[in-house]
């Protein structure tokens, strides 16, 4: 399994809801990582979990919440956004933790639209 | 400040030759990374490059100057699935990933 899943393809929201995004690796790969993409920007870097720990938040709002229940799932869960937070929401991992130069591997992503 | 910078759009014809420069200031280097991302999808891992020289990898390949600052990617033989956005990303001192903006290839027949 060399790929890195990602649920739901495509997410709707109001700005009450709560709803979780979730990615999944099978690679054995020590690093994970939530992005956040606009149209026609580069990937912005949200957080980084190093052996399913938070390394890196990029003070990134607190309706924004990063889960790492286990090494091979991360989830992002979102509550009270705003519209400009609809974006592509890209998940990646890369084989060790921080401090090593490695690709990374992305996730399809989850189109998130909030209305 | 980090800053790397490669031209906005490109276009060339099919099955010619392109060569897409990226240059770059950062605080620290530890490697330069090309990926291709097709519009609405995620980046694909194309090359990575640490030391100077040219790597070649089928009909692409990507060279890198440290002491310049400078890198680019270059794709030979092109078809048109190689329309595509063409980012280029910095390893940095705390190695996190600085990205481009990207390239936009437009292949043309």
């Known amino acids: 399994d060399t790929e890195v899943t990602q649920t739901p393809k495509h997410l709707v929201m109001g700005m009450t809801n709560k709803k979780s995004l979730k990615c999944e690796q099978h690679m054995g790969h020590r690093a994970m990582y939530w992005y956040k993409q606009k149209a026609k920007k580069p990937p912005e870097l949200m957080f980084v979990?190093?052996?399913?720990?938070?390394?890196i938040n990029e003070s990134v709002p607190s309706r924004f919440s990063p889960e790492c229940p286990n090494s091979s799932l991360l989830n992002l869960h979102l509550h009270a956004l705003q519209p400009e937070d609809s974006a592509l929401y890209l998940c990646?991992?890369?084989?060790?933790?921080?401090?090593?130069?490695?690709?990374?591997?992305f996730g399809p992503g989850t189109r998130l639209t909030v209305t | 400040g980090q800053n790397i910078d490669q031209p906005t759009e490109m276009t060339a014809t099919e099955g010619a030759i392109v060569q897409i420069n990226c240059t770059y200031q950062t605080s620290g280097f530890n490697g330069l990374f090309w990926y291709q991302q097709h519009a609405g999808e995620a980046p694909t891992f194309l090359s990575y490059n640490v030391l100077d020289g040219l790597e070649e990898k089928g009909r692409f390949s990507s060279f890198l100057s440290r002491s310049k600052g400078y890198s680019y990617l270059l794709l030979k033989e092109l078809q048109m699935k190689d329309s595509a956005s063409y980012l280029c990303a910095v390893m940095d001192s705390n190695y996190q990933l600085i990205w481009g903006a990207g390239t936009k290839l437009i292949i043309k027949p």
């Open positions: 990646a991992s890369s084989p060790t933790g921080l401090a090593v130069t490695y690709e990374q591997y």
């Open positions: 979990y190093s052996y399913e720990k938070l390394s």
